[in-house]
Nanobody, 114 residues
Framework: VQLQASGGGLVQAGGSLRLSCAAS????????MGWYRQAPGKQRELVAT???????AYADSVKGRFTISRDNAKNTVSLQMNSLKPEDTAVYYC?????????WGQGTLVTVSS
């Protein structure tokens, strides 16, 4: 499947954004859907994952602030981001994997101003 991320933008610190990732096909059989991010000059890092069995995992830096959701009926994965901080500024990528190679979306830029 192909992945299309949307929802990025400019927000003040403390604000919220909701990212969405639309898949071109069914995601119900995909083992892991997730979000990564890459800040300027830094490596891409894991933000959150949602497995086919319903388990979620988060980077320590976003726990309690971000929530990942998965809707197999609509073939979408979302990331609700609250209490945003300037250090959350990055390009956010939607991804999927069946424990092999990753499939990546095109990325959506999130900028958090202080």
């Amino acid at each position: 499947v192909q992945l299309q991320a949307s929802g990025g933008g400019l927000v003040q610190a403390g604000g919220s954004l909701r990212l969405s990732c639309a898949a071109s096909g069914s995601i119900s059989s995909i083992n892991v859907m997730g979000w990564y991010r890459q800040a300027p000059g830094k490596q891409r890092e894991l933000v959150a994952t949602f497995t086919r069995s319903g388990s979620t995992a988060y980077a320590d830096s976003v726990k309690g602030r971000f929530t990942i959701s998965r809707d197999n009926a609509k073939n979408t994965v979302s990331l609700q981001m609250n209490s945003l901080k300037p250090e959350d500024t990055a390009v956010y990528y939607c991804c999927s994997t069946n424990w092999g190679p990753f499939t990546w979306g095109q990325g959506t830029l999130v900028t958090v101003s202080s």
